[in-house]
Nanobody, 118 residues
């Protein structure tokens, strides 16, 4: 089993920035990718961004491309999501995820709330 713990959520004004962190422990070596998903009230969970451990290949949803940056620190088993130019529509619970493929994560964090006020 792997454990994922998110931090860094909060309340920010539109146009502001936040950085989320996801610390991984346990059998994280069994995964290839880590990433972020989000779920807004009344909406389905959606993919936000992902990064692979070995090649650092990144991917983003169209809605955040150019505003969000995902990165990772292998030594700390931590993945970060830097969110710039935040919009009210970015308000959601953000979940860290990990798996062999980010399209079907094996592990999830508990989520961290991000609220963007307009």
């Amino acid at each position: 089993q792997a454990q994922l713990v998110e931090s860094g959520g909060g309340l920010v004004q539109a146009g502001g920035s936040l950085r989320l962190s996801c610390s991984a422990s346990g059998r994280i070596f069994s995964t290839n990718s880590m990433g972020w998903f989000r779920q807004a009230p009344g909406k389905e969970r959606e993919f936000v961004a992902a990064i692979t451990w070995m090649t650092r290949t990144t991917s983003y949803s169209d809605s955040v491309k150019g505003r969000f940056t995902i990165s990772r620190d292998n030594a700390k088993n931590t993945v970060y999501l830097l969110m710039n130019s935040l919009k009210s529509e970015d308000t959601a619970i953000y979940y860290c995820a990990a798996g062999v493929s980010i399209s079907q994560p094996n592990y999830w964090g508990q989520g961290t709330q991000v609220t963007v006020s307009s």
